[in-house]
């Protein structure tokens, strides 16, 4: 069986052994045949791969984190690497280089990718020694779904690399999929040559996979500031059928267009409300499609570029809408109506941080939602999600995905918390101190939270005094405008309270920040990393490190927006 | 006395409140609440201010999670209701910065503002200070603010006797600091003696009013003070006060063992010591006897009729160490504000604008306020306030009368005032909803309303020129004096009064009530068939709450 030089070098061998090392031989060999050591039976062996994430949320952290892992074990060397810390000098010097990475809202990348992203697309290098894979997270309720991910294993074969695996786009429940995906990839490394060409056809997540929506029904929908207010913020409740969260989560709801702007549209052009039409596999009528699924308010440049094609005619507009368009450049005919709609984009998601407890909420979904409204050139408009959640009254249904944020957590019952939440960023901390409350956890809660007016703007007011007052809640400080020109802003309040938050830190509190990022989100993490300083060596760089070190230890969560 | 009785809780609030300081500078620091702590409602009123909520919002506020609409009255002490044209500026600047913008003439001649937030109680306070005006025991179980008649053409001798108001309200102001720490802050000083002979740490059972007439007016309402100083006047000269005690109005509905009584003369104190010294006195007997147990029992009537008025005069005389004179002859003979143009002996013009239920504002067509800072910038007159919650634009030199007449002018009060009936000139209504806690009835936000549709009424009988008294309060408590009316209105539930009538023009006689729990048809229903009795069977001067008194009161 053993080929001539082989057998050679083994009676070689054998002729030098003493009769005791024979049989030990003898013994070693039977043990080989029945547990190979590994890697020993395959030639050409990977021994060495990166695995470089580009995260938002933390899932594709957390994914490559537990790769990397699943890589360890099989004995392979793994270098974990996040996006924002790569030095990108040594993309030359990868051989296999595997990409975790997800996509942003309107397809952009992770603002901690960013860097890389660029890197890639404009500096004109070629890259031909680069294997390479790539694992697309993303969110198909959204129309640019697994975008950043895709952008990338393009460029990567563009650069001259040589695809290892096909790229997977990943939905929400990207676990399955992520690490089957990983696991056929392992496999392949450990055959003998990687057949390093491998189709550029996306493996995709089927869509009935995709995530679950539920019907909620509206309990209640309430402007929760008071007249004299400068702004609406509604709590909606809503009830679910077999609904399942965390305190933390967030959800999403796809708003509808207006009916009526749907029929005007549709009597503009002649087409018939049934007219069917597939989108995405399925069969829908037009005003369906209209309604539920495609964009017609603020249309993206691409579609209005695709109306302009369409129609043979050159538009020089921005930020309009579809019935604007209809009314100055009108389509010829239904047909071409209907092609004008194959360039529209799918409706958005928006994401709502959920406010209530799932233990001390009886299962309900409440979420705060600001009113959002902005001057335009016809006058002051509301958002779509506005404009659709304002007409929801009791008894309504409203339909929406639970989005679940990891990284946004209560620690264990006994350990402290500080809650940062300016505006609606308070209401994931409602849902936190509830949990608290209802479960008896024995952990301090700390808040800080800032609005425009005490009087009419103070959210869930009385829920935190009987919070206060019963002692859940330990701690509370509040930055009020009041329409003053000099007022203690809540970076200032933070300050303040700086020796107290660091000891609360050193003993071992979770910290977390909810909100707008601007401006409150950047000034409350200056403010932070202030404190730090002045809490410890005064620099700005140990600020930093402490900073991290909170996020290392999972310490730290922000949801900024 | 039963002395075993349990002490109102107020007691034990006042007593360890550290001279009025309680917990007050920590209120201030709590973020969550626009209230201040519960012990700290009390004394926060010794420092001349309520706390009150916005109670049209309490249901809808609380659908939204909000809590109450808690903001603050601030009531300032102001002796004989007497403003400088910069405090008036002040007052205007203020209330426009921190509170509803609205300045309110209280019915004892002091001004406050409604709607201050916790917040800004320092900044009100102390832009106040910078005009030497305070709240200090405005309101609390002390000497509130002591009221005079007001008018300078009253008397030649009136500054002399207006004087006192001010002595007075100094003689009785609580000795503690606690004011100057806590708003304005004052260092604490350390050797400063707080020891308080008059109030020690008890302070007094419940609120104390002093009011000084000079006869024939008795525009002050003497008697529904719980110390009325009546000026006796011999040969021009100022000789001393009559000295009437037990006055007091409040009631509680349902509780018989409570009433209104209209203050008894019991004697003549002659002469500044003697006057103070007596005054001084009834404070420390009312300190001594006054009923600490029951709030609704406490006013010094009560003290006076469980005493006797001899032995109340006597232990007076005890105390002062001196006996009371015989009381002195006087006689009222009206009660009410001079409107117009009146010129005093010195010659000195003096201007009553007549200010509906005391509400200074900019508000309807004739801009009371910006009249008033407008006349107030000239520097040209100062301010004085009357019981019936008007201001007079007072002591203008007769160069500069032309000059204020002619803002006057601008702002169409002259026009107005010559159109304003003698029913609405002589009325006073309450506060009531929506900041008044007592509240059950609507009285300010009302009345004018209410006049309005009974002015025809006196006009189809005939009685327009008539200057019928009529008050109206949102409950039994009196602030408006509804009990020392011709016709007295008092609040018993949303829309519904009780009606009294009878009481005199002068304010010597209470009124009695006539009928229970009216609305708005019935009220207007019966003073129609009260005002056709009195215009066909009057005697040639008879006034309505007389002919009320024997006619119909006695009659039926």
Same mark, same amino acid.
């Given at each position: 069986m053993l080929a001539e030089p082989k057998f050679k070098v083994l009676s070689e061998l054998i002729g030098q052994l003493s009769k005791e090392e024979l049989i030990w031989v003898n013994g070693y060999l039977s043990a080989l045949v029945a547990n190979p050591l590994p890697n020993t039976n395959t030639s050409s062996i990977t021994q060495k791969i990166t695995i470089a994430y580009g995260t938002e949320t933390g899932n594709a952290k957390k994914l490559a984190t537990d790769l990397a892992g699943k890589a360890k074990k099989k004995g392979i060397t793994v270098k974990l690497a996040s996006l924002d810390q790569y030095k990108l000098t040594e993309?030359?010097?990868?051989?296999?280089?595997?990409?975790?990475?997800?996509?942003?809202?309107?397809?952009?990348?992770?603002?901690?990718?960013?860097?890389?992203? *660029?890197?890639?697309?404009?500096?004109?290098?070629?890259?031909?020694?680069?294997?390479?894979?790539?694992?697309?997270?993303?969110?198909?309720?959204?129309?640019?779904?697994?975008?950043?991910?895709? *952008?990338?294993?393009?460029?990567?074969?563009?650069?001259? &690399?040589?695809?290892?695996?096909?790229?997977?786009?990943?939905?929400? *429940?990207?676990?399955?999929?992520?690490?089957?995906?990983?696991?056929q990839l392992i496999a392949n490394l450990h055959t003998t040559a990687i057949k390093t060409v491998v189709t550029n056809k996306p493996v995709e997540t089927p869509k009935t996979v995709g995530k679950q929506y539920y019907e909620g029904t509206v309990l209640t929908n309430i402007n929760l500031t008071a007249k004299g207010s400068a702004k609406k913020v509604y709590h909606i409740e809503l009830a679910a059928d077999g609904i399942e969260f965390l305190s933390g989560d967030?959800?999403?709801?796809?708003?509808?267009?207006?009916?009526?702007?749907?029929?005007?549209?549709?009597?503009?052009? &002649?087409?018939?409300?049934?007219?069917?039409?597939?989108?995405?596999?399925?069969?829908?009528?037009?005003?369906?499609?209209?309604?539920?699924?495609?964009?017609?308010?603020?249309?993206?440049?691409?579609?209005?570029?695709?109306?302009?094609?369409?129609?043979?005619?050159?538009?020089?507009?921005?930020?309009?809408?579809?019935?604007?368009?209809?009314?100055?450049?009108p389509v010829s005919s239904k047909e071409q109506f209907l092609k004008v709609v194959e360039g529209l984009t799918q409706i958005v998601p928006r994401i709502y941080n959920i406010a209530s407890s799932p233990v001390a909420h009886n299962n309900e979904v409440h979420i705060t939602v600001l009113q959002d409204v902005f001057e335009t050139d016809n006058g002051v408009e509301k958002g779509l999600c506005t404009q659709f959640l304002e007409s929801k009254q009791e008894g309504d249904r409203?339909?929406?995905?639970?989005?679940?944020?990891?990284?946004?957590?209560?620690?264990?019952?006994?350990?402290?918390?500080?809650?940062?939440?300016?505006?609606?960023?308070?209401?994931?901390?409602?849902?936190?101190?509830?949990?608290?409350?209802?479960?008896?956890?024995?952990?301090?809660?700390?808040?800080?939270?800032?609005?425009?007016?005490?009087?009419?703007?103070?959210?869930?007011?009385?829920?935190?005094?009987?919070?206060?007052?019963?002692?859940?809640?330990?701690?509370?400080?509040?930055?009020?405008?009041?329409?003053?020109?000099?007022?203690?802003?809540?970076?200032?309040?933070?300050?303040?309270?700086?020796?107290?938050?660091?000891?609360?830190?050193?003993?071992?509190?979770?910290?977390?920040?909810?909100?707008?990022?601007?401006p409150a989100g950047k000034e409350i993490e200056a403010a932070l990393l202030q404190v730090f300083a002045k809490a410890t060596d005064g620099t700005h760089e140990t600020a930093i490190a402490y900073l991290e070190k909170l996020k290392k230890e999972e310490r730290y969560a922000k949801d900024l927006y | 006395?039963?002395?075993?009785?349990?002490?109102?809780?107020?007691?034990?609030?006042?007593?360890?409140?550290?001279?009025?300081?309680?917990?007050?500078?920590?209120s201030l620091t709590d973020e969550i609440t626009g209230a201040v702590r519960e012990q700290d409602h009390a004394l926060i009123k010794f420092h001349g201010m309520?706390?009150?909520?916005?109670?049209? +919002?309490?249901?809808?506020?609380?659908?939204?999670?909000?809590?109450?609409?808690?903001?603050?009255?601030?009531?300032?002490?102001?002796?004989?209701?007497?403003?400088?044209?910069?405090?008036?500026?002040?007052?205007?600047?203020?209330?426009?910065?921190?509170?509803?913008?609205?300045?309110?003439?209280?019915?004892?001649?002091?001004?406050?503002?409604?709607?201050?937030?916790?917040?800004?109680?320092?900044?009100?306070?102390?832009?106040?200070?910078?005009?030497?005006?305070?709240?200090?025991?405005?309101?609390?179980?002390?000497?509130?603010n002591v009221a005079c008649t007001s008018h300078p053409a009253e008397s030649d001798i009136h500054e002399q006797v207006h004087a006192y108001a001010d002595k007075i309200s100094?003689?009785?102001?609580?000795?503690?600091?606690?004011?100057?720490?806590?708003?304005?802050?004052?260092?604490?000083?350390a050797e400063y003696d707080e020891q308080d002979p008059l109030y020690q740490d008890r302070y007094l059972p419940r609120k104390f009013k002093i009011g000084i007439a000079i006869p024939p007016n008795n525009d002050v309402d003497v008697l529904t003070n719980d110390l009325g100083l009546i000026a006796i006047i011999e040969n021009n000269e100022l000789i001393g006060f009559n000295i009437a005690v037990g006055g007091g109005l409040s009631t509680t509905h349902g509780n018989p063992d409570t009433y209104a009584r209209l203050a008894t003369v019991i004697g003549f104190a002659r002469g500044e010591e003697q006057t103070l010294k007596a005054v001084y006195e009834v404070l420390t007997i009312q300190r001594d006897y006054g009923?600490?147990?029951?709030?609704?029992?406490?006013?010094?009537?009560?003290?006076?009729?469980?005493?006797?008025?001899?032995?109340?005069?006597?232990?007076?005389?005890?105390?002062?160490?001196?006996?009371?004179?015989?009381?002195?002859?006087?006689?009222?003979? #009206?009660?009410?504000?001079?409107?117009?143009?009146?010129?005093?002996?010195?010659?000195?013009?003096?201007?009553?604008?007549?200010?509906?239920?005391?509400?200074?504002?900019?508000?309807?067509?004739?801009?009371?306020?910006? #009249?008033?800072?407008?006349?107030?910038?000239?520097?040209?007159?100062?301010?004085?306030?009357?019981?019936?919650?008007?201001?007079?634009?007072s002591d203008i030199l007769p160069q500069d009368k032309n000059e204020i007449e002619v803002i006057l002018e601008q702002h169409g009060i002259?026009?107005?005032?010559?159109?304003?009936?003698?029913?609405?000139?002589?009325?006073?209504?309450?506060?009531?909803?929506?900041?008044?806690?007592?509240?059950?009835?609507?009285?300010?936000?009302?009345?004018?309303?209410?006049?309005?549709?009974?002015?025809?009424?006196?006009?189809?009988?005939? +009685?327009?020129?008539?200057?019928?008294? +009529?008050?109206?309060?949102?409950?039994?408590?009196?602030? #408006?004096?509804?009990?020392?009316?011709?016709?007295?209105?008092?609040?018993?539930?949303?829309?519904?009064?009780?009606?009294?009538?009878?009481?005199?023009?002068?304010?010597?006689?209470?009124?009695?009530?006539?009928?229970?729990?009216?609305?708005?048809?019935?009220?207007? #229903?019966?003073l129609d068939q009260l005002f056709q009795q009195y215009a066909d069977q009057r005697n040639k001067g008879d006034r309505f709450g007389d002919f009320i008194l024997k006619e119909v009161l006695h009659a039926s």
């Open positions: 993309l030359p010097k990868e051989e296999y280089f595997i990409t975790v990475i997800s996509t942003q809202g309107d397809g952009e990348p992770p603002i901690g990718a960013k860097k890389f992203y *660029d890197h890639i697309h404009h500096n004109g290098f070629k890259l031909p020694q680069l294997k390479y894979a790539v694992l697309a997270l993303g969110d198909t309720a959204y129309p640019l779904f697994c975008k950043t991910g895709e *952008d990338v294993d393009k460029q990567f074969e563009y650069l001259g &690399g040589q695809r290892i695996a096909p790229l997977q786009k990943c939905d929400l *429940d990207y676990e399955t999929d992520a690490h089957a995906w990983f696991d967030s959800i999403g709801i796809v708003p509808k267009n207006d009916e009526q702007l749907v029929q005007q549209i549709l009597s503009l052009t &002649g087409v018939a409300p049934d007219t069917k039409i597939d989108y995405k596999g399925e069969s829908y009528s037009i005003v369906e499609l209209l309604i539920a699924k495609l964009n017609i308010r603020y249309l993206l440049d691409k579609s209005v570029k695709h109306y302009a094609t369409t129609v043979g005619q050159e538009i020089n507009v921005q930020k309009t809408d579809l019935l604007s368009l209809l009314q100055q450049y409203i339909q929406f995905f639970i989005q679940p944020n990891k990284r946004f957590r209560l620690p264990a019952a006994d350990k402290d918390i500080i809650m940062i939440g300016p505006g609606t960023g308070i209401a994931p901390f409602r849902s936190f101190v509830a949990e608290r409350d209802a479960t008896g956890s024995i952990g301090r809660n700390w808040l800080f939270f800032s609005e425009d007016r005490f009087t009419t703007d103070f959210l869930y007011q009385t829920e935190w005094q009987a919070w206060f007052e019963t002692e859940t809640l330990t701690r509370i400080h509040l930055s009020f405008k009041n329409g003053a020109e000099n007022y203690v802003t809540l970076s200032q309040k933070i300050i303040e309270q700086g020796v107290e938050l660091f000891h609360w830190l050193e003993g071992g509190a979770s910290l977390y920040l909810c909100g707008e990022k601007e | 006395m039963a002395a075993e009785k349990k002490l109102s809780p107020i007691e034990s609030i006042k007593t360890k409140s550290e001279g009025l300081r309680g917990t007050l500078k920590e309520y706390e009150q909520d916005d109670r049209d +919002l309490r249901e809808e506020r609380a659908a939204k999670k909000l809590d109450k609409l808690y903001s603050f009255m601030i009531r300032l002490r102001i002796p004989g209701g007497f403003m400088t044209a910069d405090q008036w500026i002040a007052a205007h600047h203020v209330a426009g910065q921190y509170s509803t913008g609205i300045i309110k003439i209280t019915t004892r001649q002091t001004i406050q503002l409604h709607g201050i937030l916790k917040h800004q109680i320092k900044p009100t306070l102390q832009s106040f200070n910078k005009v030497q005006l305070d709240s200090i025991a405005a309101c609390g179980d002390v000497n509130r100094k003689l009785l102001l609580p000795k503690t600091r606690a004011f100057y720490e806590i708003w304005l802050d004052e260092e604490k000083i009923n600490r147990s029951d709030r609704k029992l406490a006013r010094l009537k009560y003290t006076l009729d469980n005493m006797g008025v001899e032995v109340f005069r006597k232990e007076l005389e005890k105390r002062c160490g001196f006996e009371l004179e015989a009381i002195q002859p006087y006689q009222f003979t #009206a009660r009410k504000d001079r409107y117009g143009w009146m010129q005093d002996y010195k010659g000195s013009w003096h201007y009553t604008l007549f200010v509906e239920n005391g509400r200074v504002t900019n508000e309807g067509p004739t801009p009371l306020q910006k #009249a008033l800072l407008e006349i107030a910038t000239t520097g040209k007159s100062v301010f004085r306030f009357t019981s019936n919650q008007n201001v007079i634009i002259l026009e107005r005032d010559e159109d304003i009936s003698s029913i609405r000139k002589n009325a006073i209504a309450c506060v009531a909803l929506p900041t008044c806690p007592l509240a059950l009835a609507e009285a300010q936000r009302y009345l004018p309303d209410l006049i309005t549709k009974i002015e025809p009424l006196l006009i189809k009988h005939g +009685l327009s020129s008539e200057d019928i008294v +009529l008050r109206m309060t949102g409950c039994p408590n009196g602030c #408006a004096r509804p009990y020392a009316a011709e016709i007295g209105l008092v609040g018993t539930s949303p829309g519904h009064y009780n009606l009294h009538i009878g009481g005199d023009r002068e304010g010597t006689r209470l009124n009695v009530k006539y009928k229970e729990q009216l609305g708005e048809t019935e009220i207007l #229903a019966v």
